[in-house]
């Protein structure tokens, strides 16, 4: 059975740091490519960070600079690290694990709140 557990999110004031962190269980993490999404109120979810299977990462345009993402194929995690933190920044944060369309999990979300 295919787990995928966030931890890490809360309240922030703007200009904070938060580290999120995922645990992925039950798949060859190393073969996936691991990426957080996050979906603010009345928005769509949009991709904000990935990190490949290959090794490279990627970034939305609007968290460059600030968010980093990080994995441990040994530890079966991904970490994101989100420094200088927005109002705009506040979502839901999702991980997720992606190998194919036949082959995706999702964790349950945690929220991130940056607000003084």
């Known amino acids: 059975q295919v787990q995928v557990v966030e931890s890490g999110g809360g309240l922030v004031q703007p200009g904070g740091s938060l580290r999120l962190s995922c645990a992925a269980s039950g798949i060859i993490f190393r073969f996936f490519n691991m990426r957080w999404y996050r979906q603010a109120p009345g928005k769509e979810r949009e991709l904000v960070a990935e990190?490949?299977?290959?090794?490279?990462?990627n970034y939305v345009d609007s968290v460059k600079g600030r968010f980093t993402i990080s994995r441990d194929n040994a530890k079966n995690t991904v970490s994101l690290q989100m420094n200088s933190l927005k109002a705009e920044d506040t979502a839901v944060y999702y991980c997720n694990a992606y190998r194919s369309f036949y082959d995706e999990y999702w964790g349950q979300g945690t929220q991130v709140t940056v607000s003084s």
């Open positions: 990190s490949t299977s290959g090794g490279s990462t």
